[in-house]
């Protein structure tokens, strides 16, 4: 599959969508190729998973943007290997056990990150900390608890799924398209 992502010939990708389900071994850790521009003007996601082109990351506007913005240099710094656009991002392997662990009490937003409802609001954690996440700015987004639960509810049926590999890119696409889905839906209403 050939696509043409910049006018600019700065991103010009020659990717077969077989070869991002191939699983390759970097320094001894199973990881998938992922596309990833997390530039502030044009942002997109390909994981063997999901596909999100620019369009979709426009309809979020910048508040939310800046977040997922943060969310995918969190991942690749901390889960993934290689080059600017084109990365290896670590398969997520193993079962989700849900921590007890109470949570610490930052916000960095008075508004549901998905609906802009100002209450019940709670952190959730974008990698889980079952998963490595950590404790991190760029590793939270604050959802009200309606919308952490329907998050929540999204990413167990996704890690249920045992092919194509799931990667920690998957945890951010899937808050982009809940955060889409509950914005039209709240725009249908």
């Known amino acids: 599959m050939q696509r043409r992502f910049s006018p600019n010939s700065a991103i010009i990708e020659r990717v077969v969508t077989r070869d991002f ?15 990833v521009v997390s ?13 999100l082109y620019p369009d979709k ?23 993934s290997f290689g080059g600017r656009v084109l990365v290896n991002c670590v398969v997520v392997e193993g079962e989700r056990v849900k ?5 610490t009490a930052f916000r ?8 802009f409802g100002p209450e019940q609001l709670t952190n959730h954690h974008i990698i ?7 404790e991190d700015t760029r590793n939270i987004a604050v959802l009200c608890q309606p919308c952490h639960t329907g998050l929540e509810y999204k990413l167990e049926l996704m890690e249920r799924i045992p092919s194509p590999p799931l990667t920690y890119v ?7 398209t809940f955060t889409l889905a509950q914005r039209h839906r709240n725009d249908s209403t």
């Open 128 to 134: 889980p900390r079952s998963r490595g996440g950590q």
């Open 170 to 176: 998957d945890f951010v696409a899937v808050l982009v």
């Open 57 to 79: 990351f426009r309809l979020l506007g910048s508040d939310r943007k800046t977040t997922v913005r943060d969310a995918l240099l969190y991942v690749r710094a901390h889960h």
């Open 108 to 115: 960095k937003r008075v508004r549901c990150f998905s609906c």
């Open 21 to 35: 389900r191939r699983v390759h071994l970097v320094e001894g850790i199973q990881t998938v190729r992922v596309i």
């Open 39 to 51: 530039d502030r003007d044009r942002m997109y996601i390909q994981t063997p998973r999901h596909r």
């Open 99 to 103: 921590s007890n662990a109470p949570r």
